[in-house]
């Protein structure tokens, strides 16, 4: 609420102040403001729904509780819900029929090519399917990224890879952003392709990052020397434009990060079949 309205000479009165705090339908406050709290509310209401759904308390095909019941469960109003249903509409994850309410949709509808979407999913616990799929769509892409850049690069997307390696080793035993370090490596190298499409793919390597991170040598507190060495290969072989050479080093380097993951997997529990079933050789 602005700042007048509550210190106002002319707003002495108990009730008059209570009202201009409370919330984004309060009298007297700037309609700016406003908008802006009914946006904020927006978007963390279609985060926890999102989030909801993700995790499966909302399952694929079923339909979403009433308005008016789904108002109470989350206290908000159906102005509120109906946006956040439009933004999860946008995401492909509900669709709203006439006379028959909002159901969620089948996951193979959802947008994981979003970056909420896709952080949703690491916030819950990645089932082993979808982390499979993602190594195995990073593989997909990123060798022939590497083998573009390396014919293409310019010494200014040549810098870029390189200061995002130089922040890696300082970081490598934890002590810094290594996760922001390490995509800023993968994502240099998807845009010195020139590529606008390869480029915005960055949200996806992120995502991948965030798994391979959390379920892998993370949890050590730094990377593996072998795994830096092989960034550095990467590095390399871009630099000197042999572009053969950088798809056949990130292959490699993608190959054993999905293979310690697939370990981490094995040891916890989970279906290390799926994940060594995405493996790729060069």
């Not at 089932?127 to 014919?151: K, M, N, Q, S, Y």
């Amino acid at each position: 609420m602005a700042r007048a309205n509550r210190h106002s000479p002319n707003s002495d009165a108990p009730s008059r102040r209570r009202g201009a705090r409370s919330g984004i339908a309060a009298r007297g406050a700037h309609p700016t403001e406003s908008r802006a709290l009914a946006r904020r509310a927006d978007t963390q209401l279609s985060v926890r729904l999102g989030r909801a759904i993700v995790a499966g308390v909302f399952p694929p095909g079923s339909l979403l509780p009433s308005a008016a019941e789904m108002g109470q469960r989350f206290s908000t109003s159906r102005t509120a819900l109906r946006e956040a249903y439009s933004k999860l509409s946008g995401k492909g994850l509900i669709v709203a029929r006439p006379r028959i309410g909002t159901s969620v949709r089948p996951k193979a509808e959802w947008n994981l090519l979003d970056p909420e979407v896709l952080a949703w999913h690491l916030i819950a616990e990645p089932e082993d399917r979808f982390v499979a799929d993602l190594f195995a769509l990073r593989h997909a892409i990123e060798p022939a990224a590497a083998e573009i850049a390396a014919a293409s690069r310019t010494a200014e997307d040549v810098a870029r890879i390189a200061g995002a390696f130089g922040r890696m080793e300082r970081f490598r035993h934890g002590g810094g952003d290594l996760i922001g370090a390490d995509l800023d490596f993968h994502v240099a190298i998807l845009e010195a392709t020139g590529n606008h499409f390869l480029a915005a793919l960055g949200g996806l390597i992120h995502a991948a990052l965030e798994c391979g991170f959390r379920f892998s040598w993370l949890g050590r507190g730094g990377i593996r020397d072998d795994r830096l060495e092989q960034h550095r290969g990467v590095l390399a072989a871009i630099d000197r434009g042999e572009a053969e050479l950088a798809r056949v080093r990130m292959v490699e380097l993608l190959t054993d990060s999905l293979d310690d993951l697939r370990k981490f997997r094995e040891r916890r529990g989970g279906d290390a079949s799926l994940i060594a079933g995405r493996r790729l050789t060069s």
